[in-house]
């Protein structure tokens, strides 16, 4: 928040952010470029037994094991269809995120969240370090990802995970 003269503060003015835009079920969503390795059509992936709901499991990233974040799920907590899968650098390595359609680069305006994102109910707000718009819906630029579990990670670390059937 800034302030004009005679203390009254006025909402901080909102910034360009180049970022991959696409949705996560009835959200439109977005991640900063900066941490976007690639898209690509989702990837078999195999489930995980004893991991939070909006983990789908491993998938082979690059010849390497990488989890899979169903962005949707994560978000809102409901089931929606999958069209991409979004490979973004993660703290511990590269994470699949599973999006619905995937609109594009765009230079995306956002604010600080304070006031707006007390409106998305459901959504962890933990995860959002903006609000913009696309159109006149509300857009989410999110955090980087570090919503895997530590025991998702070990399980794509190296030793054969335990799968679900």
Same mark, same amino acid.
């Given at each position: ?17 180049? *970022?991959?835009? /696409? !949705? ?10 900066? @941490?976007? $390795? @690639? ?14 709901? +909006?983990?789908r499991g491993?998938? $082979?990233?690059?010849?390497? =094991? ?18 991409? +899968?979004v490979a973004? !650098?993660?703290? !511990? ?12 680069? !765009? ?12 409106? /998305? ?6 995860? %959002? *370090? ?6 006149? @819906? ?6 980087? %990802?570090?919503?895997? =579990?530590?025991?998702?990670?070990? *399980? ?5 995970? @335990?799968?679900?059937?």
């Amino acid at each position: 928040m800034g302030g004009l003269p005679g203390g009254v503060l006025t909402p901080a003015p909102a910034a360009g952010v180049a *970022a991959l835009v /696409f !949705r996560a079920g009835p959200l439109y969503c977005a991640l900063p470029l900066g @941490e976007v $390795i @690639e898209t690509m059509r989702p990837l078999h992936t195999r489930p995980l037994a004893g991991t939070p709901s +909006y983990v789908r499991g491993l998938t $082979i990233l690059r010849g390497a =094991p990488a989890p899979v974040i169903d962005m949707t799920r994560l978000l809102t907590g409901a089931e929606a269809p999958v069209d991409r +899968y979004v490979a973004v !650098r993660a703290g !511990r390595g590269p994470v699949a995120c599973a999006t619905g359609p995937v609109l594009g680069v !765009r230079d995306v305006e956002v604010a600080p969240p304070e006031g707006p994102a007390a409106l /998305f109910t459901g959504v962890s707000k933990a995860l %959002i *370090a903006a609000v913009g718009t696309v159109g006149t @819906e509300p857009l989410l630029l999110l955090h980087s %990802i570090a919503a895997v =579990p530590d025991e998702v990670w070990e *399980a794509a670390g190296g030793t054969p995970p @335990e799968v679900a059937s």
